[in-house]
């Protein structure tokens, strides 16, 4: 595995360049944020974007896995850990939230350090789920790929809404199953009591859907 994993950082390492200034950029606007305002509410940023490269390097180490034909019994639970880290992506824009409760002197910083870190993780996102898509299609042609893209934004979104209003991190899919589910049945008895976050979560899934769609037919065309 290990020898896996070292090819799949070769095999994209002009993509990890990439990130890594994206990154770079990222730690410096956050610090000169905290250096103008000294104030350290953003900060989770750096956790959440953090989170959201997770998914693109499980990804990574799929797609090597499926082109080295590497114990490829192992890449339907690796899929399904993927989907339950990838919301960590998308997720970033509903921390727009905490602009209703920040300090309107630094407003205009804040809306441009968010929509930063947001864009990041967005594009980090779109990379894997284009990943899981190429690797569905060479499974098998007949699979319809983009059907499931279309679920796989649907349980996002989701997810988005389990980690905003719910508060369940990623890894409590694993050690609170039965408290999502209990919590999820209670909500959604209720949709109207959640329905703008639930609409906010369907509008940032929707989003993925169709930059995926659009990508798709970018590379068609090319």
Same mark, same amino acid.
């Given at each position: 595995?290990?020898?896996?994993?070292?090819?799949?950082?070769?095999?994209?390492?002009?993509?990890?360049?990439?990130?890594?200034?994206?990154?770079?950029?990222?730690?410096?606007?956050?610090?000169? $944020?905290?250096?103008?305002?000294?104030?350290?509410?953003?900060?989770?940023?750096?956790?959440?974007?953090?989170?959201?490269?997770?998914?693109?390097?499980?990804?990574?180490?799929?797609?090597?896995?499926?082109?080295?034909?590497? $114990?490829?019994?192992?890449?339907?639970?690796?899929?399904?850990?993927?989907?339950?880290?990838?919301?960590?992506?998308?997720?970033?824009?509903?921390?727009?939230?905490?602009?209703?409760?920040?300090?309107?002197?630094?407003?205009?910083?804040?809306?441009?350090?968010?929509?930063?870190?947001?864009?990041?993780?967005?594009?980090?996102?779109?990379?894997?789920?284009?990943?899981?898509?190429?690797?569905? $299609?060479?499974?098998?042609?007949?699979?319809?790929?983009?059907?499931?893209?279309?679920?796989?934004?649907?349980?996002?979104?989701?997810?988005?809404?389990?980690?905003?209003?719910?508060?369940?991190?990623?890894?409590?899919?694993?050690?609170? &199953?039965?408290?999502?589910?209990?919590?999820?049945?209670?909500?959604?008895?209720? &949709?109207?009591?959640?329905?703008?976050?639930?609409?906010?979560?369907?509008?940032?899934?929707?989003?993925?859907?169709?930059?995926?769609?659009?990508?798709?037919?970018?590379?068609?065309?090319?």
């Amino acid at each position: 595995m290990l020898e896996i994993i070292k090819t799949a950082i070769q095999s994209r390492l002009k993509l990890a360049k990439v990130f890594l200034y994206l990154t770079g950029f990222a730690f410096l606007i956050i610090t000169a $944020r905290l250096f103008i305002t000294a104030d350290k509410t953003l900060l989770f940023l750096i956790w959440n974007l953090f989170l959201a490269y997770i998914p693109l390097w499980i990804s990574s180490i799929m797609k090597q896995m499926q082109i080295s034909d590497y $114990r490829t019994n192992l890449l339907l639970p690796m899929g399904l850990v993927w989907l339950v880290f990838f919301p960590n992506g998308p997720y970033i824009f509903t921390d727009y939230i905490h602009l209703t409760y920040g300090n309107s002197d630094y407003f205009i910083l804040d809306v441009m350090t968010l929509t930063y870190f947001a864009l990041v993780a967005f594009a980090a996102s779109v990379i894997s789920l284009m990943d899981i898509a190429e690797m569905m $299609r060479k499974k098998s042609g007949k699979l319809p790929v983009t059907a499931i893209v279309g679920l796989i934004c649907v349980l996002t979104s989701f997810g988005i809404y389990l980690g905003r209003d719910l508060r369940f991190n990623s890894w409590d899919v694993i050690v609170k &199953p039965g408290a999502i589910a209990k919590e999820t049945f209670m909500r959604l008895s209720h &949709p109207e009591s959640d329905m703008i976050t639930l609409t906010a979560a369907g509008i940032i899934g929707a989003m993925l859907f169709m930059t995926y769609v659009i990508r798709k037919l970018f590379l068609i065309q090319k």
